[in-house]
């Protein structure tokens, strides 16, 4: 079983991560709610630096590993400003669906004109929570999540609806920040994690989004950690893909056929 670091909060409710701090469940999706609106309109911009361009190759690869094929009806979860749904609705084509989902209107918001300017007919979007996802069971081909399930207050919750609106033999597919391999490669990480603060300063106009990015990073469950999760959440055939020594993985899980 995958270990739960839950702590109780002060009220009894058992707590949750937000970066460093310990918060109830409803503080951190108000909190995790304020980051990205935050940093809606800059967010594609900052990605760029923080990855050095890398983010674009790590979600090609993603989609690359989904399976997606034209026809398919495909769900990109937290796909917030739309690359990954971009990506998706391409392959899919006329014949198939791509519903770009997340929780941040914002967010959504930069998504939607993103996938509108580019003409993609079949992208419909959807507001919602992870953990309640509003669609019927066994309805996806396929399912990506990027650098969205660190965000979760509750990922299993979310690791188990994802299970349930996957079709039988359909693969889920996370790319998400993970542990460097090597004391040295942390090290350089960890140098260059330092600048994410102030650059989020200079060029979003607040430091704080930043902060709690590299701090969701540091707490988040490593590659063993996560794939455990998703064997907890009823996944099979779950193996993971080391990107930059480490400091990023795509993990892909699979819903076994009957
Ligand atoms: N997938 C995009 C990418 O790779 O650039 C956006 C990733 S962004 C770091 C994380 C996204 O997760 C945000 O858009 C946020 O609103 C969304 N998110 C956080 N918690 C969520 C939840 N419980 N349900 C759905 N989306 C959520």
Redesign the pocket.
């Known amino acids: 079983m995958a270990k739960n670091n839950g702590k109780q909060s002060g009220t009894g409710v058992e707590a949750v991560d937000f970066g460093y701090r310990k918060v109830s469940p409803q503080e951190k999706?108000q909190l995790?709610?304020g980051v990205?609106s935050a940093v809606a309109q800059r967010?594609d911009v900052m990605?760029d630096f923080m990855s050095l361009g890398t983010?674009r190759l790590f979600?090609r690869m993603l989609v690359e590993l989904s399976g997606a094929r034209s026809g398919h009806r495909l769900l990109?979860?937290?796909?917030?400003?739309g690359?990954?749904a971009a990506l998706l609705a391409g392959i899919a084509g006329p014949t198939g669906q791509v519903v770009l989902?997340?929780?941040?209107a914002d967010?959504m918001r930069v998504g939607r004109d993103r996938l509108l300017d580019r003409g993609h007919a079949n992208v419909s979007f959807c507001q919602?929570?992870?953990?309640a996802l509003p669609f019927p069971s066994d309805s996806f081909d396929a399912v990506t999540l990027?650098?969205?399930i660190r965000?979760?207050?509750s990922k299993a919750n979310?690791l188990r609806e994802l299970r349930r609106v996957l079709k039988p033999g359909a693969a889920l597919l996370v790319?998400e920040f993970s542990q460097p391999q090597g004391r040295a490669l942390q090290a350089a990480y960890n140098g260059f994690q330092g600048l994410w603060p102030l650059v989020g300063r200079a060029v979003v106009g607040d430091p704080q989004p930043y902060r709690y990015l590299v701090e969701s990073i540091r707490v988040h469950p490593d590659q063993k950690q996560l794939k455990l999760l998703m064997e907890d959440a009823g996944f099979a055939r779950v193996s993971y893909h080391n990107l930059l020594g480490g400091i990023a993985a795509i993990h892909r899980a699979e819903v076994a056929s009957p």
């Open positions: 999706t995790v709610g990205f967010y990605n983010h979600k990109d979860l937290a796909g917030g400003t690359d990954v989902a997340d929780r941040n967010m919602l929570n992870a953990e990027a650098f969205g965000n979760f207050t979310a790319l």
